[in-house]
């Protein structure tokens, strides 16, 4: 992934909902206020508001979601997540320019393979690898579900304040209040580490990617529905910006493994390497 694309998954992780940066106590609630006058609750009463949305983000079992990103390079990338324990995913992002359908299961990374390279693949459609493994972790193959997940970016700006309310706005027909701040790249990135999202080797490499591409500030909007789900968010750091739309809260999903007579296992592959190389 290259440094650019970092620093866009980085940014995922707090591009979702400004309405957790209040900390007061909850002054209405759904099951309290009348549907009609949620949105005039998520305008006027924004630290109840913003505790409620806390609240109901705790509550998110499954959804999807679709990020875009614009900048030195564009991509897209659409997740379906189930984060129930174990936690799970299924989707398309972009790989090296090609789009790749990934799945996430039981603790393994199933990456399509494209078809132009299966017959290196023993003709099969699928590689797994253990998230475990070195080769993984240095990959970062949980990145997407950690970035996207609005329970973890639900609390990541509970440090930024002078949070405003920009007004009510549709996002894909479904009526929200959109909310904005806006922070010093150190201000932010130093939130994350406090919420635990980066740790400080994280914070020394983004705020060098950060200075590379002349991002001083960050801007962060999100759109808040009726029912306090985030429904948009935003991320804007000079020329980079991306949007994460949310669908189908808590809908039914079922993400499984690929059939094992079609995935290969990497481990294996480089297991098999290391012995035909310590035999030579």
Not at 22 to 46: F, I, K, N, R
Not at 244 to 255: A, C, G, K, Q
Request: contains cysteine.
């Amino acid at each position: 992934m290259s440094r650019w694309k970092n620093i866009a998954v980085l940014a995922a992780a707090t591009a979702s909902v400004v309405a957790a940066t209040g900390c007061g106590p909850t002054t209405a609630s759904p099951e309290e206020s009348p549907q009609s006058g949620v949105l005039e609750l998520l305008t006027t009463d924004l630290q109840g508001s913003f505790q409620e949305a806390v609240e109901q983000s705790g509550k998110i079992e499954t959804l999807r979601a679709r990020m875009v990103a614009s900048g030195p390079e564009d991509f897209e990338m659409q997740l379906t997540l189930d984060l129930r324990d174990p936690v799970s995913y299924e989707g398309v992002m972009d790989m090296e320019g090609v789009p790749t359908a990934v799945r996430m299961v039981d603790s393994a990374m199933y990456i399509e393979v494209p078809e132009a390279e299966r017959e290196s693949n023993d003709g099969k459609r699928w590689m797994k690898m253990d998230l475990s493994s070195a080769f993984a972790t240095g990959m970062d193959l949980e990145q997407p579900i950690q970035k996207v997940d609005p329970v973890v970016q639900v609390k990541t700006l509970l440090g930024l304040e002078e949070v405003t309310v920009v007004g009510e706005e549709t996002v894909d027909g479904t009526p929200t209040v959109h909310y904005t701040v806006t922070a010093s790249t150190e201000e932010h990135l130093a939130m994350l580490e406090e919420q635990g999202e980066i740790d400080s080797a994280e914070l020394a490499n983004s705020l060098d990617e950060m200075a590379e591409f002349s991002v001083t500030e960050i801007k962060t909007d999100v759109w808040v529905d009726e029912q306090y789900w985030p429904r948009r968010a935003r991320m804007t750091m000079g020329e980079i910006v991306i949007t994460i739309d949310y669908t189908d809260y808590n809908e039914p999903v079922n993400i499984e493994a690929p059939p094992a007579a079609e995935t290969n296992d990497f481990d294996a592959l480089l297991e098999g390497l290391k012995e035909l190389g310590a035999g030579s």
